[in-house]
């Protein structure tokens, strides 16, 4: 990278070791201000989308906890911030921290970084979670995909593959939920939850309370028989 090629690119991404040093500096007061800023739009970005997603949020729970209860497994996989996530939603279902919840087989896809490379390397970054799809999923598991887009093509791969196996498809996005949200209404994916701002820490805010209340949710049902029979009674029913 060139010298001026350097100065460009630090200049663009690094503004504040550039500015004049007589710029008027911001104030405790100001930085006060914009904090309580970041706080409250965290709380109605996060309020506004459960309000909207209640429902849906509620459906996917009982699908996940049916999954769960018939043996089945759950997959999770995303990119960069959102793989984090993924691994974040894994330990939670494997390792529960709450007495009386029992442990759910949950695995994330990029914990295997010598198979993530391996076919990165040899096929394409466009398929590092459909080969394993293809060898650990099964009929009747769930996945579940993150991206602050919605846009990012190893998980539409991913999807595509897991719906050709018959698991339930699960898209957590963020803005107007780019390729999930496309997916979903033709059909191709089977839920798409979007947070509705552009701002990617709010999005990412939003789906950690998603996972942690859809996780609570999936034990919920589970701990209710009742509830579960009842339930699959209905979706009998509905399918007859």
């Known amino acids: 990278m060139s010298d001026s090629t350097s100065q460009d690119f630090s200049r663009s991404f690094y503004p504040f070791l ?3 040093s007589t710029e008027p500096q911001v104030s405790m007061e100001e930085l006060r201000f914009s904090l309580m800023e970041k706080a409250r739009e965290g709380v109605q970005v996060k309020t506004k989308f ?8 509620l459906k996917l729970s009982h699908q996940l906890a049916r999954s769960f209860h018939r043996g089945g497994k759950l997959l999770v996989c995303g990119n960069g911030g959102s ?34 490379t391996a076919v990165a390397n040899d096929v394409g970054f466009s398929d590092i979670f459909t080969r394993q799809i293809i060898a650990l999923g099964r009929e009747g598991d ?8 919605g846009n990012s093509e190893n998980l539409m791969h991913a999807f595509a593959t897991a719906r050709k196996m018959n698991l339930t498809t699960i898209g957590f996005a963020g803005g107007d939920g780019g390729k999930m949200t496309e997916a979903h209404a033709n059909g ?3 839920f798409c939850l979007t ?3 552009s701002s990617i820490h709010r999005i990412q805010e939003s789906h950690v309370a ?10 919920s049902f589970l701990q209710n028989r009742g509830l579960m029979e009842s339930e699959e009674k209905i979706n009998s029913d509905r399918q007859g």
């Open 195 to 197: 947070v509705p701002t």
């Open 188 to 190: 191709e994916l089977d």
């Open 210 to 219: 998603l996972y942690h209340i859809l996780w609570d949710m999936v034990h």
């Open 83 to 116: 793989s984090t996530d993924a691994q974040h939603i894994a330990v939670e279902f494997m390792h529960p921290i709450t007495v009386g919840r029992k442990a759910l087989p949950a695995l994330c896809l990029t914990n295997d970084m010598a198979m993530v």
């Open 142 to 149: 769930c996945i579940i995909g993150l991206s602050t887009s």
């Open 18 to 20: 550039h500015q004049d």
């Open 50 to 57: 459960f309000e909207e997603n209640t429902d849906q949020i």
